[in-house]
């Protein structure tokens, strides 16, 4: 079996890609139920956040997996394979298993060593189980990502500052206005990553902060936590023109603020610039309304310049905590290769112990004068010969490189000694309890 993953990412796709193929929870376990419907797949597990869509699948096929990904990804972005495989990237097995651990531990992050995705990583397996798309493989995998995130986060500084897409979103707004006290800020929407910008900017001298969320009990907990005023996307019409700055985070598929109510507000402010951050994917806020005089608009992508600077004092950590994730992948990718050279090693050592015991039944006519002492040595130089003799075999087959090497050796020790596969794959760990019924 090999573990493949595909996606895109803040670096191989812009934001107007990623929305399109921002998939809501809701739909998460149709597809990959339907995912691992198809024969080359069978484990299926998906992550989708702001800054990337990436599945990553169990299969006997790579190739014809990764294809069937890639079509996935053309379908439901609505566009060619031709325009979406530029912006893809696919790895296998040390190469996925590495780029996962790095994933989750924050050091593929458009913030380096945000800590808020590996929740979000989490998420995704737990979606998988949900949807009975994770079998024994990818428990493994997943455990052994999530152990390895911890040691990256615990045992370097990679996590030691609290450092966010919330964050930079706030560090652009001072960018703009130097200083923010006494600045109105409206968050549209009132989630996880509005509760964070909330904090940061109430830290930066924000005082009055309005919150306008779809159910306003939501955006009132957090107005009440925060001092600040609660409404429903209903009123912003009415409120918009009050604000400075405004930080969208909803989880809507469609536009919440669209031109015309935007260029009401700018009318009412007299000339008054206003600061406008959508960190969601899909967007928040209408690209067009960044034509409108005064309205300064910057989507999720143009945090980078914020982020670059926040980078540097953290590169020396992510170095240190790749060195941690590298352990931790040795490890799982030698148990992940002992689900298929383990079962063999038995079947080998099962047969030809077989043969010995067969052989050794066949000489007792000749040997029946022997005494007990001499019939347990002739036990012992049988096994010992045995044993000798398969060594190099077994020890080879204990240590198979994980590429077309290895599956070649693996076959033709299949061939060799006459194992067949049905023998080999029956070992108690089955990879596609999965697969519908």
């Known amino acids: 079996m090999r573990i493949c993953h595909i996606g895109l990412n803040h670096k191989t796709a812009p934001v107007e890609l990623r929305e399109r193929l921002a998939v809501q929870e809701k739909d998460i376990a149709s597809i990959l139920q339907a995912q691992v419907a198809l024969p080359a797949i069978r484990e299926a597990a998906l992550l989708s956040t702001c800054n990337r869509v990436e599945m990553t699948v169990v299969t006997h096929d790579p190739d014809a997996a990764i294809a069937l990904v890639h079509e996935w990804f053309a379908n439901t972005s609505n566009m060619d394979l031709e325009q979406v495989c530029p912006h893809l990237y696919a790895y296998t097995t040390d190469h996925a298993v590495r780029h996962l651990y790095a994933v989750a531990s924050g050091l593929d992050s458009l913030v380096l060593g945000e800590p808020q995705i590996f929740g979000q990583v989490k998420a995704s397996y737990e979606y998988a189980l949900a949807a009975g798309t994770a079998g024994h493989i990818l428990h493994r995998l997943y455990q052994s990502t999530f152990s390895a995130a911890k040691r990256a986060r615990s045992e370097t500084a990679i996590g030691k500052q609290s450092v966010n ?54 955006a009132q907990n957090l107005a009440i936590e925060f001092e600040g005023h609660a409404l429903t996307l209903e009123q912003l019409p009415d409120y918009l023109d009050s604000a400075d700055i405004v930080i969208s985070s909803t989880g809507a598929n469609t536009y919440v603020l669209l031109p015309e109510v935007m260029q009401q507000a700018m009318e009412k402010r007299g000339g008054k610039p206003m600061f406008l951050v959508d960190i969601a994917v899909p967007r928040d806020i209408d690209p067009r309304i960044g034509d409108i005089a005064g309205a300064y608009v910057y989507d999720i992508d143009d945090l980078q310049q914020v982020v670059q600077g926040n980078r540097a004092s953290r590169e020396k950590e992510s170095e240190q905590a790749r060195a941690l994730l590298a352990e931790e992948e040795k490890t799982f990718l030698l148990w992940l290769k002992s689900l298929e050279s383990v079962p063999l090693i038995r079947g080998i050592q099962q047969k030809s112990d077989a043969i010995r015991q067969d052989e050794l039944l066949k000489s007792q006519r000749y040997l029946k004068d022997l005494s007990p002492e001499q019939s347990a040595a002739v036990e012992r130089f049988s096994r010992t010969l045995m044993k000798r003799f398969m060594h190099p075999t077994l020890r080879t087959l204990k240590s198979l490189p994980d590429d077309i090497e290895g599956d070649l050796l693996m076959g033709a020790a299949r061939k060799l000694f006459d194992i067949e596969m049905k023998a080999v794959q029956t070992t108690g760990v089955e990879t596609s309890t999965n697969k519908q019924k």
Do not use: Q
């Open 165 to 218: 897409i919330s964050s930079c979103a706030v560090e652009l707004a001072k960018r703009i206005f130097d200083d923010l006290t006494g600045k109105t800020v409206l968050l549209i929407g009132a989630g996880e990553m509005a509760e964070l910008a909330a904090r940061h900017l109430r830290g930066n001298g924000c005082s009055n902060i309005l919150v306008a969320n779809r159910t306003l009990a939501r």
